[in-house]
């Protein structure tokens, strides 16, 4: 197996309502061989009721056209942080819940779903993930 180390984001993010936003965090990572991401979200400060989670977005031919980002949901750590934490998640992007990516996907990223729960609200985010090929 090897690990590939993504760069480190450091983002201050601002969730005007409830609308679920998405900004990606990496560039786009091939899916050839890929069978796990692993990593962490710190929020080290926020103010309102600021929601974010790790996000996948793929695509099959062209980056231009993506898939619609998704919250993956087989794997750990993937729920919503809400508070000052850090919150580690792992997952197969394979699997049919978490973006699929052996099902002709060529290309996926990493991003942030993030909203509030009411009013507006803020938050700075660090995002730092690994991806594993096996």
Request: glycine share 10%; charged share 20%.
């Amino acid at each position: 197996m090897r690990i590939e180390e993504l760069p480190r984001v450091r983002v201050q993010l601002v969730a005007p309502d409830t609308t679920e936003l998405w900004m990606d965090v990496t560039a786009y990572i091939r899916t050839l061989g890929l069978t796990g991401f692993r990593g962490r979200i710190i929020i080290t400060d926020k103010t309102g009721n600021f929601s974010c989670r790790v996000g996948i977005q793929t695509y099959a031919a062209d980056p231009e056209t993506p898939s619609a980002a998704l919250a993956p949901t087989v794997g750990t750590g993937l729920s919503a942080i809400t508070t000052i934490s850090r919150n580690l998640f792992d997952f197969d992007p394979s699997d049919a819940s978490n973006g699929n990516t052996d099902s002709g996907k060529h290309g996926c990223r990493l991003g942030l779903l993030y909203k509030s729960t009411g009013g507006v609200a803020r938050a700075e985010v660090i995002f730092e993930c690994s991806a594993k090929r096996g």
